[in-house]
């Protein structure tokens, strides 16, 4: 990372450590929104970043937000702000205005008819109850539209996800005024899902270097036969592997980072491999806690929730594997050795 975003990573931390612990997790859980946290956020312009400056947001490159957004993931933090700083970035590439408050893309099954109605459903949407302004890629005719909604006229039914966060499902039978529809070419259509999987790569990898860090501590300190539980060699063991598992999903994670635009190709490892990551090193970071790692009063289970939830969402390892695989053999001529080596 560079400086700036250095600088970017420690102020987003430090407003995260001293608002986000675990009681206000367990308060989203049951359904009181932090408001105070997004408005503060909202205040430092860590909800527009990566947004052009021109049509009202922060500045900066998407690859820049992606910084911000793995410090939310160490933090869980229980805000739509990685989809809010998606849809900002989506609305400022095509040369819209942000409007003010949370934004959410709601992905599912719409289409938009002559008469400029919008009609269909979207089931997990992250956050859509506190949404002020809602995205839906609608088809019309042979082409996609991104339409821009106020998520206070739609039908919203009230759901959750494994983590407890906000998953709900959104139905619309509206028509949309001409100035609030935005024709997406087949790129930008296509950027939506790399960039929404890029977002969780990293908000994972932040997650695991969190989870990495607890499982540790926990088991310097946790004593049994008079001695601390890292000291027996089956748990070093399995301190080693979790610990190899953060190392090679931080290193993807931040191979997005570092970048000046997102690589479909870097995407599609790093969502690959951060997803096989989580699984294996969730399991770990339970197996060394024991039971109290499962209690509700525990910060390690927000993270475990989350990783378990996001591993799947814009394509779990396995989708994106077989992306990989399809683009590297898409070429006949090329020589797939040398295509593995040059991305190193």
Request: net charge negative; charged share 20%.
């Amino acid at each position: 990372m560079n400086e700036e975003q250095q600088l970017m990573a420690s102020m987003t931390r430090r407003i995260l450590s001293d608002h986000c612990d675990t009681a206000l997790l367990d308060q989203a859980e049951q359904g009181q929104y932090p408001e105070v946290l997004w408005s503060l956020l909202e205040t430092q312009g860590l909800t527009s970043i990566g947004a052009s400056e021109a049509f009202g947001g922060a500045g900066g490159s998407f690859c820049d937000a992606l910084v911000v957004l793995r410090e939310t993931g160490r933090y869980a933090l229980p805000l739509p702000l990685a989809e809010t700083i998606q849809g900002a970035s989506l609305l400022s590439s095509l040369g819209a205005a942000l409007p003010d408050g949370p934004i959410v893309i709601a992905s599912g099954d719409f289409a938009l008819n002559a008469d400029h109605r919008l009609v269909g459903s979207a089931s997990d949407v992250r956050f859509g109850r506190h949404a002020k302004t809602l995205l839906v890629v609608a088809q019309t005719g042979q082409r996609a539209v991104l339409c821009q909604l106020l998520a206070s006229e739609c039908e919203i039914e009230i759901g959750a996800n494994l983590a407890g966060e906000p998953s709900d499902t959104v139905t619309i039978d509206q028509k949309v005024a001409l100035a609030h529809q935005f024709p997406l070419s087949r790129e930008a259509h296509q950027d939506i899902e790399t960039r929404g999987a890029a977002v969780r790569s990293v908000m994972m990898a932040g997650a695991l270097e969190e989870a990495l860090s607890l499982t540790v501590g926990y088991a310097l300190e946790r004593r049994q036969f008079g001695k601390p539980i890292a000291k027996f060699q089956a748990v070093q063991q399995q301190l080693a592997v979790f610990a190899t598992q953060v190392a090679a999903s931080t290193r993807a994670a931040e191979t997005l980072m570092v970048t000046e635009s997102l690589s479909l190709l870097d995407v599609a490892i790093a969502k690959a491999r951060i997803g096989e990551a989580a699984g294996l090193s969730a399991e770990i970071a339970h197996q060394v806690h024991g039971a109290i790692g499962y209690t509700k009063d525990h910060q390690l289970n927000h993270l475990t929730r989350r990783l378990w939830s996001w591993r799947d969402e814009f394509g779990h390892e396995g989708y994106w594997q077989e992306c990989l695989g399809r683009k590297l053999l898409a070429d006949t001529k090329a020589n797939l050795w040398h295509q593995i080596t040059a991305m190193g």
